[in-house]
């Protein structure tokens, strides 16, 4: 399947949740590719290890006025996709934003007095062992979209996600299974406006969401990110299944029709 896919290179994983084991895995699982907005679900766990080390709490202030951790987080804070614009309240809109995660690392950054990429390797990356990740400070970007990771990596970030050993499984179930500021409407990239868009803390929710990037099979409860480079990662907890991709070519009409093919086919077989 992935093999037909219109990409001059792809790698692709799927991880188990029980057990954290490698069920399949297809392409170069050391290749490094740009992971665009699958990096901000590397940078919300740094943030929400942050958080769980007094670095600073989520509703303390940071961004707009009336804007917290918590809002930065789950795209409330009203600042614009990508310019430190505010264009609404906090927690009125969900306004996907890139901008909101260049706050976030800022606001972690003076708050522990470390630099962010270093902060996410040392407090993520290096006790994983996803030894060739890391956050391009160069990128326009680098909390949201400056990422760069493997296949295999990615996988191991999987396996955390589905049995953490780095937070408590409290916060991230709080994370990644319970809607912030609920009923909020705002545009899913790629797929346009939802009512309600639900999202978690760095971490979208599926809900019922049609059409999607993960498969039709897909529960409710699915979560995780796609970027814009060619790139997802999703954990279905009802299925205690993970599975990523990634690419080398850009989203569009491609990635929409045989990514969720994809998915629904790892699940079918599950």
Partial sequence: MIEDWPVPNAA?????????AL???????????????????LSAYAALIAVEEGVFELDDPAGPDGSTVRHL??????????????????????????AGFDVLAATLEH????PFAQYAAEAV??????????INTAHRAPAGAGGLSTAADLARFAAELQSPKLLDPATL?????????????GVLPGFGHRRP???????????????????TANSPGTFGHFGQSGTF?????????ACLALTDRDFGPWAAEVWPQLSDAVLSES
């Fill in 12 to 20: 692709a994983a799927v991880v188990r949740g029980s057990d954290g």
């Fill in 23 to 41: 069920l399949g895995a297809h392409g170069p699982q050391d290749h490094l590719f740009p992971l665009a907005s699958v990096t901000k679900l």
């Fill in 73 to 98: 987080l789950a795209h409330t804070s009203g600042l614009a996709f990508d310019e430190h614009r505010v264009m609404a309240a906090p927690g009125n809109r969900r306004l996907y934003s890139n």
């Fill in 111 to 114: 708050a522990s007095g470390i």
């Fill in 125 to 134: 990356f290096q006790p994983l062992g996803m030894h060739a990740t890391l």
């Fill in 173 to 185: 179930r709080a994370a990644t299974r319970e809607v912030a500021f609920p009923g909020t409407s």
């Fill in 197 to 215: 868009n639900d999202w978690g803390l760095g971490f979208e929710i599926r809900d019922h969401k049609t059409p999607h990037w993960t498969g």
């Fill in 233 to 241: 990662l999703w954990v279905d907890p009802a299925a205690d299944l």
